[in-house]
């Protein structure tokens, strides 16, 4: 998806920020990495937050290891910052992606569903010369869709959709595929596929039904896994700050791997390299655990995992954290844990969309031991 030059200035990138980090950057390199930045709040924005956090706790912690156990010689503290700042930048290139926001100090409006082309141009699919411009372009807006099947000329480089809470919103591809991206979710994907290969990133939760193609292969990507398809029906969900990454088969069959390699006697890496591969048919899931790092092949109803698109979320033995985040997505409340214990407790039930949270808050503030406070859009669980 990426092309040469973008990759090449991403590790350039990375390569500044870890001689920045350990002190060792020259002043033409900082010069330079102030200059890539430039006036954009997103990419200096996003030199901070290059690292996923899942990936920045592993590395810090892996780092601190290295420093207790390197023996006989002890462990300088440069030697464990140098260790800590590799390992929390060895995040995907894709982690890139996820973050590409602003330029020019043009900043995504978090209300507004959002396009941003290659060239880092915002369009907001509400203003109507914003859907003119696309429309010269073949990209084309109808209802809450955003049509690429008759583009020819939809520009170089990726575009990410941005999906705010609240809403869900549908592209259709230059392929033919559709994706239906959940709340608070964004897609990157190029304009016109190549001619070996078609591959999307993810950040968030979508349902796919992928074109069939045999001589290219359907890839969406997430920071800690690969799904490889030709053609077929599944579903992802994989927001960042879950704990978990879920894979949901309808229809074909899928490879998942695993974006984190874990082998006996191989110290934990984060990045683009593919681990063990999972094998899907139809109505089985791939959970991932990130912190655990272990995945387990579920059989479920597979209808209750999709239904989100139909408006209805069922939650089957699922963590109060998990619960509150889906509500926070769909109806745009904030939510605060006075207890990290409160996020492990375990629900079942169903919610639509149409109606109000009420009565899932009323069943919540029920429960022995938890009190609910309520003020505007706050959530407060103590």
Partial sequence: MNTQHNEEEILRVKKLIIRKILGEATEAEIKELEGWAGDSTGRKVLIKRLSDKDCMERGIAQARHVKRTLSPAPVSMRQFVRAAAILLLAASTALFLYNIATRNNQQINPSKITLVTGRGDLSELSDPSALAKLAKKGIMVYGDTLDYSLSVNGGRGDHTLHVPRKRTFTIKLADGTLVKLNSESSLTYPARFANNQREVMLNGEAFFQVSKDVSRPFLASTTFQHIKVLGTTFNIKAYSYETKVVTTLVEGEVEVSESVKRKSGEKERCGNEEGQAVQLVPGLQYVYE?????????????????????????????????????????????????????????????????????????????????????????????
């Fill in 290 to 382: 990130k912190k655990s790092g272990t995945g387990e092949v579920k059989e479920v109803d597979v209808n209750k995992f999709i239904s989100w698109k139909e408006g209805v979320y069922y939650f089957e033995s699922e963590r109060l954290e998990d619960i509150m985040n889906n509500l926070s997505r769909w109806y745009g409340v904030n939510v605060m844990f006075r207890s990290d214990n409160l996020k492990e407790l375990v629900l079942s039930g169903r919610l639509r969309r149409d109606e109000t949270p009420d009565n899932l808050i009323k069943t919540i503030d029920k429960l022995e031991s938890v009190e609910i406070i309520r003020s505007d859009n706050l959530i407060i669980i103590r």
